[in-house]
């Protein structure tokens, strides 16, 4: 029997009130998605089930980590609607925010790096096998650093919807996956960003497996008319909130 979504929808549905009766019996709320959410089907097969291995000198993994500093990142590599000869198919959009810590402290010089599929909802890439067109003048990766303020902006265009194969008939909504590094390797952030009132949110496994609801409305943008440019682009705002250890950061001075 092929796995519809209905069957996804009843699981997800599971494992939300499992979830919401854990915290009503005092168990800690959850920001982040449990590695083997089954509803997402392959993260059961590939999930890590060994335990972190320990580095010792969190210190001596910076010497092998990768290195960036500000002359690596050019003012030009934050708008993805500007890499090549002409310009992109779809809706342009900016999307700005602030990278804290949980303190509500600016983290400043962040590398910030998205990457997402074109306005059709395919990716630039091989492995992408979706029937909808790619664009010679999208590659859709960007990055760039926040400054003093812990801003960031992207220029892009809006990402389409794609099919995956997770179930009969899967849509993942429109995203945009983020990378932060924060100060070291080691803290480094993987997520994605959503578009408020998609109708796709509610059926979508991955955006379903962060089970706390406030915690999933952390990853939907907020459109902000007053970002929106006029005659060129609409604005959209999403603040990052990193877990990481704050007091680190303050002790380097950031
Ligand atoms: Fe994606």
Same mark, same amino acid.
């Given at each position: 029997?092929?796995?519809?979504?209905?069957?996804?929808?009843?699981?997800?549905?599971?494992?939300? !009130?499992?979830?919401?009766?854990?915290?009503?019996?005092?168990?800690?709320? &959850?920001?982040?998605?449990?590695?083997?959410?089954?509803?997402?089907?392959?993260?059961?097969?590939?999930?890590?089930?060994?335990?972190?291995?320990?580095?010792?000198?969190?210190?001596?993994?910076?010497?092998?980590?990768?290195?960036?500093?500000?002359?690596?990142?050019?003012?030009?590599?934050?708008?993805?609607?500007?890499? $090549?000869?002409? !310009?992109?198919?779809?809706?342009?959009?900016?999307?700005?925010?602030?990278?804290?810590?949980?303190?509500?402290?600016?983290? &400043?010089?962040?590398?910030?790096?998205?990457?997402?599929?074109?306005?059709?909802?395919?990716?630039?890439?091989?492995?992408?096998?979706?029937?909808?067109?790619?664009?010679?003048?999208?590659?859709?990766?960007?990055?760039?650093?926040?400054?003093?303020?812990?801003?960031?902006?992207?220029?892009? =265009?809006?990402?389409?919807?794609?099919?995956? &194969?997770?179930?009969?008939?899967?849509?993942?909504?429109?995203?945009? $996956?983020?990378?932060?590094?924060?100060?070291?390797?080691?803290?480094?952030?993987?997520?994605?960003?959503?578009?408020?009132?998609?109708?796709?949110?509610?059926?979508?496994?991955?955006?379903?497996?962060?089970?706390?609801?406030?915690?999933?409305?952390?990853?939907?943008?907020?459109?902000?008319?007053?970002?929106?440019?006029?005659?060129?682009?609409?604005?959209?705002?999403?603040?990052?909130?990193?877990?990481?250890?704050?007091?680190?950061? =303050?002790?380097?001075?950031?």
């Amino acid at each position: 029997m092929p796995l519809t979504q209905a069957d996804i929808s009843a699981e997800i549905s599971q494992a939300r !009130e499992a979830y919401l009766k854990a915290v009503a019996a005092g168990d800690p709320v &959850r920001d982040h998605p449990a590695r083997d959410y089954a509803p997402y089907r392959s993260s059961v097969l590939r999930h890590p089930k060994q335990p972190l291995v320990s580095v010792g000198d969190p210190e001596a993994v910076e010497l092998s980590g990768p290195v960036f500093g500000v002359t690596d990142v050019t003012a030009l590599d934050h708008d993805l609607t500007r890499q $090549h000869v002409g !310009e992109p198919h779809g809706e342009r959009i900016t999307v700005t925010g602030r990278v804290l810590d949980r303190a509500g402290r600016p983290v &400043r010089g962040q590398l910030v790096e998205i990457w997402q599929a074109n306005a059709s909802g395919r990716y630039a890439h091989q492995r992408d096998d979706h029937a909808a067109p790619l664009d010679p003048n999208f590659t859709g990766v960007g990055r760039c650093l926040t400054n003093d303020d812990g801003e960031y902006q992207f220029v892009t =265009i809006k990402p389409g919807a794609y099919p995956w &194969r997770n179930h009969v008939n899967a849509w993942r909504p429109a995203h945009i $996956h983020f990378s932060l590094f924060g100060t070291a390797f080691t803290q480094r952030l993987v997520t994605q960003m959503y578009f408020p009132g998609d109708p796709l949110l509610p059926y979508d496994p991955i955006v379903q497996s962060v089970t706390d609801d406030a915690a999933r409305q952390r990853l939907v943008a907020t459109y902000d008319h007053g970002l929106s440019r006029p005659e060129w682009s609409l604005g959209y705002r999403w603040d990052i909130v990193l877990d990481g250890p704050a007091a680190t950061w =303050i002790e380097e001075g950031r």
